[in-house]
């Protein structure tokens, strides 16, 4: 059975910073597309970042570029986000996923591009 279990969230004052883990059990991610994702209340889940590998092929949503860092650790099945300059608006639930079917080579921003996700960890950004 394959599961995406998130960790590291809490609460945290503006300015700070958190580091978000996500292991993967059940099936090895390597070479496979894995991003991050979070959902604030009241509004849809929105795409953070996503990778393939730790050399090349990244990418950010604006909101975020230049403040989080997406890594992996294949040995571990475990993609991390490192969050800096965190700020009120970030204050979110943060999920994890990844993407086995079609372009493998691809790092896609929806949903339902994913195939299996994480229960999720919340992250509180007081001002």
């Known amino acids: 059975q394959v599961q995406l279990v998130e960790s590291g969230g809490g609460l945290v004052q503006a300015g700070g910073s958190l580091q978000l883990s996500c292991s993967a059990s059940g099936r090895d991610f390597s070479g496979f597309p894995m991003a991050w994702f979070r959902q604030a209340p009241g509004k849809e889940r929105e795409f953070v970042a996503g990778m393939i590998q730790n050399d090349g092929n990244i990418v950010y949503s604006g909101s975020v570029k230049g403040r989080f860092i997406i890594a992996r650790d294949n040995a571990r099945n475990t993609v991390y986000l490192q969050m800096n300059s965190l700020k009120p608006e970030d204050t979110a639930i943060y999920y994890c996923?990844?993407?086995?079917?079609?372009?493998?080579?691809?790092?896609?921003?929806?949903?339902?591009?994913?195939?299996?996700w994480g229960q999720g960890t919340q992250v509180t950004v007081s001002s």
């Open positions: 996923a990844a993407r086995i079917t079609g372009n493998r080579y691809s790092i896609r921003g929806s949903v339902s591009d994913y195939d299996y």
